[in-house]
């Protein structure tokens, strides 16, 4: 786990800790090289921003009870890996993080059974600290948003016509979705009021949208180590903003005839590459991530004052400097 970011944050990085171990706590396979796999995949789980937005709009309220909202925390964590385990099987990942992915490690099949034993756990946790029916039923349905995301943009594959109406709505889905559950769920469990936790959910929604576009604007960056190759999202025929803004411009005819080639070689890739880059589609892209930012940021300066606020401002600003 990668806890730089949180070292200016003390209290926050503890609670971190305890949403890592509890996560850890979870996990009860017998087999043991299973076991060791998934705790490796939880220990490599990045900066775990998700779990860090639910503890801190928990501070929105008069709840204090720390053991829910890492509670709450680990359970987001863990849903987060399980969608990556299969994300990782759908796209025959061999790395993720630099690290070997589930899937590489132990087969296909067995990496799809590890991923629905993560999603039981994210159950079993929810069903443990929700207060009643209703935030069950609030978690549910964002869980199906993330799986309508996906399946939407499993439907836009190769489509040259798709839009960027089409673009969010399978990024609200299959990212967004998250964040706005984090951001929302811990504003519910602190007692937060009504505002607050629409706040909440419009914040996790910009920055769950800024998250996606960053991550699709590096696909299109070749100096970037993301460990995968470079334009891998246009050779499967996923279609994301950088394209789709070009296909906007008078270089739509020679960008289509490329992408519906059936199968794409380097010298193709830098062909769509260079025109991405002079039509203005980056760069067009590249502003749309800044727009959103800023509404993250004016949304999170209309939140009531707390010490989660400047903390929120900083992470933004940090994690996307």
């Known amino acids: 786990m990668d806890y730089s970011l949180w070292k200016q944050f003390p ?7 305890n949403t890592q171990k509890i996560m850890i706590d979870q996990i009860n396979i017998d087999n043991r090289k299973f076991k060791k796999g998934i705790d490796n995949l ?8 998700r779990a860090a937005l639910l503890l801190l709009f928990s501070e929105y309220g008069n709840n204090n009870d720390e053991l829910t909202f ?14 990556l385990v299969h994300d990782d099987v759908i796209d025959e990942s061999d790395l993720r993080r630099t690290a070997e992915t589930l899937n590489k490690r132990f087969g296909q099949r067995e990496a799809i059974y590890l991923g629905d034993y993560l999603f039981t756990q994210y159950f079993k ?6 207060p009643n029916k209703s935030n069950l039923t609030f978690s549910i349905d964002h869980m199906q948003a993330i799986l309508d995301g996906e399946l939407h943009q499993s439907l836009s594959k190769n489509d040259v016509k798709r839009s960027v109406a089409d673009y969010f709505k ?3 889905g299959k ?12 504003a519910v469990l602190g007692g937060a009021d009504g505002e607050t936790i629409k706040l909440a959910e419009q914040i996790g929604s910009k920055l769950g949208d800024a998250f996606q576009i960053r991550d699709d604007l590096l696909d299109f960056n070749p100096t970037y180590e993301t460990g995968k190759p470079e334009l891998e999202d246009v050779t499967e025929g996923i279609y994301t903003l950088p394209i789709i803004y070009a296909l906007q411009t008078n270089y739509k005819k020679e960008l289509t005839k490329l992408l519906k080639k059936d199968q794409l070689d380097l010298a193709d890739l830098s062909k769509i590459q260079n025109i991405i ?15 959103t930012l800023n509404e993250c940021l004016v949304l999170i300066d209309s939140l009531p004052t707390s010490d989660a606020k400047p903390v929120l401002k900083t992470i933004v600003a940090k994690l996307f400097k």
Do not use: P, R
Not at 11 to 17: A, D, F, I, P, V
Not at 70 to 83: N, P, Q, V
Not at 175 to 186: D, H, K, M, P, Y
């Open 11 to 17: 209290t926050l990085e503890t609670k971190l800790k």
């Open 42 to 49: 939880i220990n490599g789980n990045g900066k775990m921003i």
């Open 70 to 83: 890492e509670k709450a925390a680990a359970s987001i964590e863990i849903i987060h890996l399980a969608s």
């Open 125 to 130: 946790l929810l069903i443990d600290y929700a």
């Open 170 to 172: 399978a990024i609200n």
């Open 175 to 186: 990212t967004s979705a998250l964040f706005v559950n984090s951001a929302a769920e811990g």
């Open 277 to 291: 880059e002079i039509s203005g589609g980056l760069a067009k892209a590249k502003q749309t991530l800044t727009d």
